[in-house]
């Protein structure tokens, strides 16, 4: 079990970019799969990307094109860059961990998740 930790969220104008992290303290992300989620007011919780243990990556198509999610082993980082940002991107964004193999990019199977970093895009 690793205790995830995220950060860099905030309040930006559509069109602009925000680039989260996501660390785990205490513990090691590197054999760990890990994906960003993010839960609009009133919606489910919903997956945007994810990452394997190698790299691998996978991104939801609202998001493809505009995000990318990269790993910093040495870090012991996983990020989310986050380009051309849109009001309906308006998010709590959590990251989550699964040890071992990367699954489908459903929450219920990430069991390590983070408190949440808020994202807001507005003019």
């Known amino acids: 079990q690793v205790t995830v930790v995220e950060s860099g969220g905030g309040l930006v104008q559509p069109g602009e970019s925000l680039t989260l992290s996501c660390t785990a303290s205490?513990?090691?992300?590197?054999?760990?799969?890990v994906a960003w989620f993010r839960q609009a007011p009133g919606k489910e919780r919903e997956g945007v990307s994810s990452?394997?243990?190698?790299?691998?990556?996978y991104y939801v198509d609202s998001v493809k094109g505009r995000f990318t999610i990269s790993r910093d082993n040495a870090k012991n980082t996983v990020y989310l860059q986050m380009n051309s940002l849109k009001p309906e991107d308006t998010a709590v964004y959590y990251c989550?961990?699964?040890?071992?193999?990367?699954?489908?990019?459903?929450?219920?199977?990430?069991?390590?998740w983070g408190q949440g970093t808020q994202v807001t895009v507005s003019s």
């Open positions: 989550a961990a699964r040890y071992g193999y990367l699954p489908p990019l459903n929450p219920h199977e990430y069991g390590d």
């Open positions: 205490p513990g090691s992300l590197a054999h760990y799969a």
């Open positions: 990452i394997s243990r190698g790299g691998n990556t």
